[in-house]
């Protein structure tokens, strides 16, 4: 049964010199991969000494494709994440702190606590829903890209899953339906070439997604998600149709998942030569080694993000630590905006 | 909110005049409300007509028909919701919310919850409850599902008047409302009805009938076997006739003032009766009124079946039945027991 | 919003002539579709005069498709129907007497009326399942699939569904599994180009319906649902190869709806056009023509085919009208094998 | 069925390695037993490690990890059943179900009975409830839905030997089971399970703790903080525990003996109270011995609230709450009042 899964791409990074984002922008996306890099090991590392006791999905893998998505969206833009988010969530900007404070069920929280890993929001910054359940994360873009159409507005929504979620049946009816009705929705399909523990060959007999998806009558490209040059250009795109009016996109970014499925899960199941060639573009290092030879970014600058990480990680993690738990009373708040009559039990 | 022009200005309508009615207000009063589900817009209007009308008058933009994708339908609404919007999704047959289960529950449902009060969807779904004419999956009353699940409201009128002051409060809530219909009276139980805008509130029942022997607590269609059984029960047993209209919020005040002079009590419902809504107003009631009752509160709800097609089986309340309810329990109370021993 | 139809295919009947049938099979294929527009039309009918209280789902224009698969599809084969499932109940050879009595709710019924019309089933004759729910019969044709490759039988399982429930999430998820396990399974669309009231340009972004489920990586094909020989040979041939392991394939038999969607309902909206386009290709009197004029069936035969219909269908309305309803007790009969302890209300 | 060997041969076992275990036997015993999940093949064995072994064991055919597709895998699971096989569907987090509602509800629970007889669909779904620390989505009591749905048995063990015995009788039952497992018990609680085949039969109840002043009535990983409940106040109140181990069948007989004795109970679960399985025990009790009871049946069920995140919030009965329910019961027991008013 156990089949081969695909190749990761061993493309080099061409298409990085293609539009080279500002300065600021090159920086700001090394220092998000980064912290995401560093904030997931730390999670890790504190759930391991029995000091976090929550759902962790590492991001391992994806730095590339959320720091190339912070830089394509812009700030009116939405978007709509699954459970492994903590990249997404930087690429809309969330402070650190509050990704964390919800980590740790904390009032600091971008929910109060009450959400928890799974379910950062922040509408302010544009992060409307993220979900713990595979693929449903799809229709309420679509929901949202209808506003933006009704709105007639210049917002373009994207949406991330993973693609193992390309399996489920709200996938397809989302495609059909962003397809039919133009919408100005982004499918960012995040595939780190695993859906929990089987790989993607032996859940698809057509393996190659962004071809499946195409037939769906939308735009649907694969691009190299080791490549946040490469990948910024095929999401800056597609966002861009988005708000043209020219409807939505399927892109498949092609990357790997650099860490076990959830939190401290066993990963001994992976080929040990498809890791070590994925490790070897692990993206921040790759990105930095990328910046600084092809003179974007001198080393002391790149030096001082670094220091700059390794700070917000700590403070942040300091926060959350600090951050009050939800008071008794918050179990029963939120569930109603009017709960007159309602039960309580 | 009843206007001046509402309370002089009436219509005889069906309740499916009045949800149609209650849509064309709600369009009318705010643009953020839009309405999705299959076969919605014009020519067709809908399977049942609910919405004949709205895309010609309101645009194809606000009136929304989509493929077949229940799922999609309720996840586009939720997404809309979030977005600002105040969507209607309308769900022809009940049994069709198995395939959406997961956006109703999992994401409307919790969505203000999991966000800690940011993240709203106050969406409304429509659904209808069918005939045993078309088979057990077009046919379920599936109301204990959602009354069950915390974050939803469920509503249920039994009449044109409530149906569209109900619908229209429903749209109007910051809650996500489960608003369902019955297929058998949405053409055969006439009213007067305003024609301009009225709210029903959600969360109060009302008295239908009074009487003084036995209170019947129903809503939905069985509230119309129900006060025909009431009705031939005239003379014999006094029957006070409660209509809940919402379940969620369920207004077991108005319930209990009633059992607390009848003292003796049966919940009628079209839903199974096992592990079913009228278990949940038992329970209160009870607890409530212990050791002041006659009897203990009855229950006749639907058998612990699918729906049979054939017409000759019934599984659900009918004025015989109900007719039949009551008279045990009349019966209970003469001899003190429980009627399996009888 | 109202776009254009897919044209109603002009091919003429060549393909008629590369692998005819024998006289028997050409026969009752010719009886087949006589029976299920007459008995259509016939049901039709009693409902108006208000003597059936059934939902009714015509089966008209589905002639030529339901005739072919009678012959295409092996004794030992099954079946998964839907809600419009009166031509299928016919090719599986499930007599008219007891199609007819459980729309009448009645105990000569295929499910002694508990089920109705939408609900038959024939287990020894191969129809399986049918069911109301859009699209839900693909994942159970999956699972027959399945049992059938675990018995390393030679049964194929054959599904029918129509254009509108390729838009629902299971029939993806079914095509990609069916594939991926290369199960004996022939998804048969029954494309009539509505969904109820909906055209299919108006609900699928690219209404190439079988372009959309080859991207699965699974045989796909399209064929004149009109030509009951084109229609054999391609439902033959996705059955020979479920047989021979080759996997599932999807046939999507291009008809046209020739009533409105349900027993009474309107058909106003369709457009007059290519409504007669269609009703020139009324597969019954089309394949009586072509029968005659190739020589292949006489016209004493033929008459007396229609005489025989004539009086089946009379027949199976008059038993059907006689046979008992089901007695109180079946109420509660049926729910469950073993009930003990179960509630009864 | 218990072999001789059964009743000797034992070992210690996690309620995940008896589940293990009955899948494993079952395997054996019958070659259409099959399996079918997300991730159940080795080398992970499912995310929960209950199928460990049994690919490698039995086979990829019979034991088959399949794509991320709920309904499909329901749906398959029914298919295969109406094709000769007995499929267990293992689910990972109940939540999901709500994917496969339709496959559940429409499908598995009324074939037999759409069919006249003829089609059963005996599928075994193994699902799980999961922990508050997986958020609002991933941790949901939902027996409630399925024991409102006719055509669906519904078990729900607190222990590896129930969990066993009930997995096999629920594997060779001819009707469809929804098996119930509670994550936060699936390692933790531990037992001597016999390692032959046996059988615990669906239906019967089992009384674990004895006691004259109140009879708690409860099932699933309730059972410990109930136990534990009981033991805290021993010397203070006298607390019978029932495990009702199968939700349908009910063993409502069991119940009624017990609080026909004590003259009080309360009913605990981990499922939203309102509208939940509490309120049919209570309202079955209720009818069955009225007139004889101290007080009213009381419930002490989630709140109805989504799960909260934080571990600092409790929706659901913990040791300490089930203690102050009892307590609250007995006070009103003392002054024969309504609590509300105490
Ligand atoms: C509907 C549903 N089924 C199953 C799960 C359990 N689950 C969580 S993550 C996951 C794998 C998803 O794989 P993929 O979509 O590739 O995303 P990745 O986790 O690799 O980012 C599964 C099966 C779920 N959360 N929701
Ligand atoms: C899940 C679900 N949604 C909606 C319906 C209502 N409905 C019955 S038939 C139908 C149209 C289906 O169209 P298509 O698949 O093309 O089949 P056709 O009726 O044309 O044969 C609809 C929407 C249903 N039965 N099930
Ligand atoms: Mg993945
Ligand atoms: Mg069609």
């Given at each position: 049964?156990?089949?081969k899964?695909?190749?990761?791409?061993e493309?080099?990074?061409?298409a990085m010199t293609n539009t080279?984002?500002d300065?600021?922008?090159?920086?700001?996306?090394?220092?998000t991969?980064l912290?995401?890099?560093?904030?997931?090991?730390?999670?890790a590392d504190?759930?391991?000494?029995g000091?976090?006791a929550?759902?962790?999905y590492?991001v391992r893998g994806l730095?590339a494709v959320?720091?190339?998505?912070?830089v394509?969206?812009?700030?009116q833009d939405?978007?709509?994440s699954?459970?492994?988010?903590?990249?997404?969530a930087?690429?809309?900007?969330?402070?650190?702190r509050?990704?964390?404070?919800?980590?740790?069920g904390?009032?600091?929280g971008?929910?109060?606590?009450?959400?928890g890993t799974?379910?950062?929001?922040?509408?302010?910054?544009g992060?409307?829903a993220t979900?713990g359940i595979?693929g449903?994360?799809?229709?309420?873009a679509?929901?949202?890209g209808?506003a933006a159409?009704?709105d007639?507005s210049?917002?373009?929504?994207?949406?991330t899953?993973g693609d193992g979620a390309?399996?489920?049946?709200?996938?397809?009816e989302?495609?059909n339906l962003?397809?039919l009705w133009?919408l100005p929705?982004v499918?960012?399909?995040?595939?780190n070439q695993?859906g929990?523990?089987?790989p993607?060959?032996?859940y698809?007999a057509?393996p190659?997604?962004?071809e499946?998806?195409a037939?769906?009558g939308?735009h649907?490209?694969?691009v190299?998600?080791?490549?946040p040059?490469?990948?910024?250009?095929?999401?800056?795109?597609?966002?861009?149709?988005?708000?043209?009016?020219?409807?939505?996109?399927f892109i498949e970014?092609?990357?790997?998942?650099?860490?076990g499925h959830s939190?401290l899960s066993?990963y001994?199941?992976?080929?040990?030569?498809?890791?070590?060639?994925?490790?070897?573009?692990?993206?921040a290092?790759?990105?930095?080694?990328?910046?600084?030879q092809?003179?974007h970014?001198?080393a002391?600058t790149?030096d001082?993000?670094?220091?700059?990480a390794v700070?917000?990680?700590?403070?942040?993690f300091a926060?959350?630590?600090?951050?009050p738990?939800?008071?008794p009373?918050?179990?029963?708040?939120?569930?109603y905006?009017?709960?007159e009559g309602?039960?309580?039990? | 909110?009843?206007t001046?022009?509402?309370?002089?200005?009436?219509k005889?309508?069906?309740?499916v005049?009045a949800?149609q009615n209650?849509l064309?207000?709600?369009?009318g009063?705010?643009?953020?409300?839009i309405?999705?589900?299959?076969d919605?817009?014009?020519?067709?209007g809908?399977?049942?007509?609910?919405?004949?009308g709205?895309?010609t008058k309101h645009?194809?933009?606000?009136?929304?028909?989509?493929?077949?994708?229940?799922?999609?339908i309720i996840g586009t609404?939720?997404?809309a919701?979030?977005g600002?919007?105040?969507p209607v999704a309308?769900i022809?047959?009940?049994?069709?919310?198995?395939q959406?289960?997961?956006?109703?529950?999992?994401h409307a449902?919790?969505?203000?919850?999991?966000?800690?009060?940011?993240s709203p969807?106050?969406?409304v779904?429509?659904a209808?409850?069918?005939?045993s004419k078309f088979?057990?999956q077009h046919?379920q009353a599936?109301?204990?599902?959602?009354?069950h699940?915390p974050?939803l409201?469920?509503v249920m009128?039994?009449?044109?008047?409530d149906?569209?002051g109900l619908?229209l409060?429903?749209?109007?809530d910051?809650?996500p409302?489960i608003?369902?219909?019955?297929?058998?009276m949405?053409?055969s139980?006439k009213?007067?009805v305003?024609?301009?805008?009225?709210?029903?509130p959600?969360?109060?029942?009302?008295v239908?009938?009074?009487g003084?022997?036995i209170t019947?607590?129903?809503y939905?269609?069985?509230?119309?076997?129900?006060?025909?059984?009431?009705?031939a029960?005239?003379?014999e047993i006094?029957?006070?006739v409660i209509?809940?209209?919402?379940?969620?919020?369920l207004d077991?005040s108005?319930?209990?003032r009633?059992?607390?002079?009848t003292?003796?009590?049966i919940v009628v419902?079209?839903s199974?009766?096992f592990?079913?809504?009228?278990?949940e107003v038992?329970t209160?009631?009870?607890?409530?009124?212990?050791g002041?009752?006659d009897v203990?509160v009855a229950?006749?709800?639907a058998?612990?079946?699918?729906?049979?097609?054939?017409q000759?089986?019934h599984?659900?309340?009918?004025?015989?039945?109900?007719?039949?309810?009551?008279?045990?329990?009349?019966?209970r109370d003469?001899?003190?027991?429980?009627?399996?021993s009888?």
């Amino acid at each position: 049964m156990r089949g081969k899964v695909l190749p990761v791409h061993e493309a080099g990074h061409d298409a990085m010199t293609n539009t080279l984002p500002d300065r600021a922008a090159l920086e700001w996306m090394y220092s998000t991969m980064l912290l995401a890099k560093m904030a997931d090991e730390r999670a890790a590392d504190e759930a391991r000494k029995g000091l976090l006791a929550a759902a962790l999905y590492p991001v391992r893998g994806l730095e590339a494709v959320c720091a190339a998505m912070g830089v394509a969206m812009a700030p009116q833009d939405q978007m709509v994440s699954s459970y492994r988010n903590l990249g997404d969530a930087l690429s809309r900007k969330i402070p650190l702190r509050a990704i964390i404070a919800e980590a740790y069920g904390r009032m600091g929280g971008t929910s109060k606590g009450k959400g928890g890993t799974m379910h950062l929001t922040d509408n302010e910054r544009g992060l409307i829903a993220t979900t713990g359940i595979v693929g449903a994360g799809m229709p309420l873009a679509v929901g949202l890209g209808l506003a933006a159409q009704l709105d007639k507005s210049d917002r373009a929504i994207a949406v991330t899953f993973g693609d193992g979620a390309t399996s489920i049946g709200a996938a397809h009816e989302s495609f059909n339906l962003a397809a039919l009705w133009k919408l100005p929705v982004v499918f960012v399909c995040q595939n780190n070439q695993w859906g929990e523990h089987t790989p993607l060959a032996e859940y698809a007999a057509n393996p190659n997604l962004a071809e499946r998806t195409a037939a769906y009558g939308l735009h649907a490209e694969a691009v190299d998600g080791f490549d946040p040059m490469a990948t910024l250009q095929s999401i800056g795109g597609a966002l861009d149709r988005a708000r043209a009016g020219e409807g939505p996109s399927f892109i498949e970014c092609r990357s790997y998942r650099l860490t076990g499925h959830s939190g401290l899960s066993d990963y001994s199941y992976v080929p040990t030569e498809e890791l070590a060639a994925a490790l070897a573009r692990d993206p921040a290092p790759t990105f930095r080694t990328w910046l600084e030879q092809n003179g974007h970014v001198d080393a002391a600058t790149l030096d001082q993000i670094e220091q700059t990480a390794v700070e917000t990680v700590d403070d942040a993690f300091a926060f959350a630590q600090q951050s009050p738990h939800p008071s008794p009373d918050e179990l029963m708040a939120d569930v109603y905006a009017s709960p007159e009559g309602v039960p309580t039990r | 909110m009843t206007t001046v022009e509402s309370a002089t200005d009436t219509k005889q309508m069906t309740i499916v005049a009045a949800i149609q009615n209650a849509l064309d207000i709600a369009l009318g009063l705010d643009e953020r409300v839009i309405i999705l589900g299959e076969d919605i817009a014009d020519p067709i209007g809908g399977v049942m007509k609910a919405t004949k009308g709205l895309s010609t008058k309101h645009g194809l933009d606000r009136v929304r028909a989509t493929p077949i994708v229940e799922q999609t339908i309720i996840g586009t609404a939720v997404g809309a919701a979030l977005g600002g919007y105040r969507p209607v999704a309308e769900i022809m047959f009940m049994d069709f919310l198995c395939q959406a289960m997961d956006q109703i529950i999992n994401h409307a449902a919790k969505s203000r919850y999991m966000s800690g009060g940011h993240s709203p969807a106050p969406i409304v779904v429509r659904a209808m409850i069918g005939d045993s004419k078309f088979g057990a999956q077009h046919s379920q009353a599936l109301e204990g599902w959602f009354m069950h699940t915390p974050g939803l409201k469920v509503v249920m009128p039994s009449n044109p008047y409530d149906t569209k002051g109900l619908l229209l409060s429903a749209i109007f809530d910051d809650d996500p409302v489960i608003f369902i219909e019955n297929m058998g009276m949405s053409y055969s139980i006439k009213g007067e009805v305003p024609t301009g805008d009225y709210r029903v509130p959600l969360g109060e029942a009302s008295v239908l009938r009074e009487g003084s022997d036995i209170t019947l607590i129903t809503y939905g269609a069985e509230v119309h076997p129900s006060m025909a059984a009431a009705q031939a029960l005239e003379g014999e047993i006094s029957v006070e006739v409660i209509d809940l209209r919402s379940l969620v919020p369920l207004d077991i005040s108005t319930c209990v003032r009633s059992v607390s002079e009848t003292k003796r009590a049966i919940v009628v419902h079209g839903s199974t009766e096992f592990c079913g809504p009228g278990a949940e107003v038992a329970t209160q009631l009870t607890d409530r009124l212990f050791g002041t009752l006659d009897v203990p509160v009855a229950r006749h709800g639907a058998t612990y079946t699918p729906v049979p097609f054939s017409q000759q089986l019934h599984s659900t309340p009918t004025e015989e039945s109900i007719i039949a309810a009551i008279r045990t329990l009349r019966q209970r109370d003469a001899v003190g027991q429980h009627p399996e021993s009888i």
